[in-house]
């Protein structure tokens, strides 16, 4: 028994001397990797948050795969579904409009990527009639942590590595890594002036809850929202066109006018209205249409 305790004690030792031991470099090599799905086909499941956090509040959207399915989430910083996708069937919460747009027969794309020199979180969908898409899920962790090699440490708490670098333009980035994981990178945290963008509760080849992927029409239409659907003719419809994030910021944008008059004019020079915005009779239909929506479409745990 003493010896088997002492060989424990052993390997533990030499593990930890063979942590510290590694770079930071070396440890973000090691235990960071980019995901794109279905490429990467020893993922079959795959569950992740991403939070935008602002002065203004936290804005979340979450990301659940299983074998194919996906489920996505975006939604304002009071919890109220701004985007909503299960498999091919997508609700845009349109806050210009007392209806939520439905959209089936539709791929949906997510991807959280480093291009152009920059952070760019991208979700988008493609019609059937469009090239087949060979990623639906695309989010560059190795990329985004390589960006941030400027003065990179790493330090030990208990299991966990943290390591934590600044990139050139002096945001920072902070990965939590457990290596005893077959996925290692617990949380990622980009801190940039005026907000961070929060990557959390990664988890890979989990158990998914089948329910979490059901679309629930029946209840939406049931609930009393009014139902724009754009399933026949979405080729001709703007929001085929564009890509939607920036609907969703335009939404999100909308829904904090209704009590700041300067981002109401704002928002009618973006997007570049003719007729004036009766501001006080979207909010008076917001408030109902968003009570509905997050009883509908909640969080996932």
């Not at 795969?65 to 939604?75: E, H, I, L």
């Not at 941030?148 to 920072?172: Q, R, V």
Request: include cysteine; charge should be neutral.
């Amino acid at each position: 028994m003493k010896i088997k305790l002492l060989f424990i004690a052993l390997f533990t030792l030499l593990f930890c001397v063979a942590l510290q031991a590694q770079t930071p470099e070396e440890l973000i090599n090691k235990h960071i990797v980019d995901v794109s799905i279905p490429d990467n086909k020893d993922i079959k499941t795959f569950s992740m948050d991403l939070t935008i956090s602002t002065d203004s509040g936290d804005y979340l959207s979450q990301i659940r795969y299983d074998n194919g399915k996906v489920a996505f989430n975006c939604f304002d910083k009071d919890s109220t579904p701004l985007f909503i996708s299960r498999d091919s069937n997508v609700i845009f919460n349109d806050a210009l409009n007392s209806k939520v747009c439905l959209m089936k027969e539709n791929i949906m794309i997510i991807k959280a990527v480093y291009e152009d020199n920059q952070f760019n979180a991208n979700f988008n969908f493609h019609q059937p009639n469009e090239e087949e898409k060979n990623n639906m899920i695309r989010i560059d962790f190795l990329k985004l942590a390589k960006q941030a090699m400027n003065n990179i440490k790493s330090t030990k708490d208990k299991d966990l590595i943290i390591i934590e670098g600044k990139s050139e333009k002096d945001s920072s980035l902070i990965s939590v890594i457990n290596p005893k994981d077959s996925f290692p990178l617990k949380k990622m945290t980009i801190k940039s002036e005026g907000f961070n963008i929060i990557f959390e509760n990664i988890k890979v080849n989990s158990k998914i809850d089948d329910s979490l992927f059901a679309f629930k029409e029946i209840d939406l239409r049931a609930s009393g929202i009014m139902v724009d659907d754009l399933t026949n003719n979405q080729n001709d419809n703007i929001l085929a066109n564009m890509q939607m994030l920036q609907n969703l910021m335009i939404s999100a944008m909308t829904r904090m006018a209704f009590s700041e008059p300067d981002i109401q004019k704002e928002l009618e020079k973006m997007i570049n209205t003719n007729e004036s915005i009766d501001w006080a009779h979207l909010k008076a239909v917001d408030v109902i249409k968003s009570a509905k929506l997050r009883r509908l479409y909640k969080p996932f745990k």
